[in-house]
């Protein structure tokens, strides 16, 4: 059985007899359907297709239009999953054809049970920037920004000095200038949807110049509206769009008479809470590089006396879900909720709030993968307690226990 360790079964004999084994032991394989996992077992085989035989009886696959269905079982201590092609339902008997390859991996660690379909979840998904805050030292810091810095460093550090300290500080250099930090209402702007993804600076050094907005400059932490054009241009907008939006940022520039503009992400706990705006007028003044230079220095000490003072919006976004299977490990969600255009990236940190067994959850976690057709995605759970951990594995082998003695 060593061999069943290589990536991917392609031979057609084997994946038969694999899964003539399978209906000979009477084991158990998971269907996974758009938006549910169903448990199913082999009743039969042929020489070009097997048949299932579903659990529940009110699985109607065919009245779902499903062309194909990944199953999915673990085989001499190694998980292997395929996708087959469906070729009739007759009542709760699936008939498929045979998987032309199997992956595979090793054994899932955690037991997982599917969960009730009335077990609602919210999923709050927590972005975070592509670039982090720098930290600043006291070689690197002006002698006259050291009041600022001081009083950023304070343990319980005073918020509301600090911004007038700083404040102060930011319109001598650029008298057009004001600390925006993020609450629900106000986070619909391209701009804080900029510095949000990517926590890098957005600096337009001459609004006369359409070159100016979309320029690659070569600096990790400086960007133009290239960024914001790119997410547009991977979504598959035209070449027409992306100038008419183009024409529309430089137009509200025009109509303000900027002649340039910054903003200057404000962090906390590697979070952009906020930002620095700053810009001069035409025929007034320009933000120069060296001016550029001292707003980001001031940028860090006001992020440094955010952080200091614990400060971090509730501005995430809850997801209306519905919890499908559980394990010790993690959860499989489907995203219900109404929005369009919902699409949490791989990797992302998430919570996740339900309640099961009588009890209310609220679990840190990360995306691990997705199906954006299907809106699944499946979750890892992060910093478990021991308590969580006991209670999670209790509720699976009661479930398991349950199955196995026939309470279904």
């Known amino acids: 059985m060593a061999r069943l360790q290589e990536k991917e079964i392609r031979s057609g004999d084997r994946i038969r007899r694999i899964i003539g084994i399978l209906r000979l032991d009477g ?19 042929s020489q070009d297709t097997f048949t299932l035989r579903v659990h529940n009886p009110l699985v109607h696959a065919e009245g779902e239009k499903i062309d194909s269905v990944f199953i999915n ?51 709050k998904y927590r972005e975070s920037p ?27 550090a005073d918020i ?16 057009n200038s004001e600390i925006v930090l993020y609450k629900k209402n106000n986070l619909g702007s ?22 100016s907005y979309t320029r690659l400059i070569p600096s990790d932490r400086i960007i133009s509206y290239s960024s914001f054009l790119n997410e547009y241009r991977v979504k598959g907008v035209s070449r027409e769009q992306l100038l008419r ?5 430089i137009k509200e520039d025009q109509t303000k008479g900027y002649s340039s503009k910054v903003y200057i992400p404000l962090f906390s706990q590697d979070r952009v809470v906020g930002h620095l705006k700053a810009f001069e007028k ?3 003044a320009w933000i120069t590089q060296e001016k550029l230079g001292d707003l980001l220095v001031l940028s860090k000490l006001l992020g440094l006396g955010i952080m200091k003072a614990r400060y971090v919006p509730d501005i995430d976004e809850f997801h209306d879900s519905k919890l499908l299977n559980i394990s010790e490990g993690g959860v499989l969600l489907r995203i219900v909720d109404g929005k369009n255009g919902i699409s949490i990236p791989e990797g992302a940190n998430i919570e996740v709030k339900f309640v099961l067994g009588g009890k209310e959850f609220l679990m840190k976690g990360t995306i691990c993968r997705k199906d954006t057709e299907g809106r699944l995605y499946a979750i890892r759970f992060q910093d478990l307690s021991p308590d ?21």
Request: hydrophobic letters at 35%; charged letters at 35%.
């Open 282 to 284: 035409e025929g007034t």
């Open 73 to 123: 079982f673990v085989f001499s201590g190694v998980e292997l999953f395929g996708s087959c092609r469906l070729v009739e339902q007759a009542r709760a008997f699936l008939t498929l054809e045979y998987p032309e390859s199997l992956k595979s991996r090793t054994k899932r660690r955690f037991q997982r049970i599917k969960v009730d379909a009335k077990v609602v979840a919210e999923l």
């Open 245 to 249: 939006q183009l024409q529309e940022i």
């Open 130 to 156: 592509e670039s982090k805050m720098d930290r600043i030292s006291v070689k690197e810091l002006p002698v006259k920004y050291s009041q600022l810095y001081w009083e950023a460093q304070r343990e319980n």
């Open 27 to 45: 084991r158990e394989v998971e269907l996974h359907l758009p938006y549910y996992i169903e448990i199913a077992k082999i009743s039969n085989t």
């Open 160 to 175: 509301k000095k600090i911004f007038l300290i700083g404040m102060r500080e930011i319109r001598s250099i650029c008298p």
């Open 190 to 211: 391209r701009e804080a949807r900029i510095l949000r993804k990517t926590g890098k600076v957005l600096y337009v050094d001459d609004c006369s110049s359409t070159h």
């Open 388 to 408: 969580e951990k006991k209670l999670i594995k209790g509720l699976v082998e009661e479930a398991i226990e349950k199955y196995r003695s026939g309470e279904r």
